[in-house]
């Protein structure tokens, strides 16, 4: 229970920070789903502004990659954006490298793009690593990617 307390406790500081104004008065709304590699907790924000939630025509797709024989669990998904949920699913490439194992995400946001500026949907990914570290990046296509090793075993 404990675990999931740490993970409350990010999330709602995350929560804070990604919904605050940023650049040019984007207000971000944030999805989370929680994923768990070898045991280990991996959280996944995917954040699109405010005022494109009504674009967006699917559920969020989160595809993640991890070395073959990875324990892979969905831990927690939400609602989504405009109720369309979050579909994860695992795939298996390559081998553990030692006592690390490397592992990418990719997510995608399927919206109509002509409800967009432009047509580009600016995407933010934040992803929480189970030692608290974080990784942000941002897109403006409704995808993003990024790569990361953690530890192969808790």
């Known amino acids: 229970m404990r675990r999931y307390g ?15 104004p940023v650049g040019a008065g984007l207000q971000w709304c944030p999805r989370d789903p929680i994923v768990a590699l070898n045991g280990q907790e991996v959280q996944i924000w995917v954040s ?4 494109y939630q009504t674009a967006v025509t699917g559920p969020v797709e989160v595809d993640i990659r991890t070395p073959r024989g990875v324990e892979q669990e969905v831990v927690f998904t939400d609602e989504g954006f405009n109720g369309h949920g979050e579909v ?17 995400v990719r997510i995608r946001v399927p919206y109509d793009r002509s409800m967009v500026d432009r047509g580009n949907l ?23 990617r990024t790569s990361f090793t953690i530890p192969a075993h808790p």
């Open 122 to 144: 600016a995407v933010r990914l934040t992803v929480i690593l189970p030692d608290g570290e974080v990784i942000e990046l941002e897109d403006d296509r409704g995808t993003a």
């Open 48 to 51: 699109i502004p405010e005022q």
């Open 6 to 20: 740490i993970v409350a406790a990010f999330s709602a500081i995350l929560l804070v920070l990604v919904a605050s």
């Open 88 to 104: 994860v699913e695992f795939f298996e490439r390559g081998r553990l490298n030692g006592d690390e194992m490397d592992v990418d």
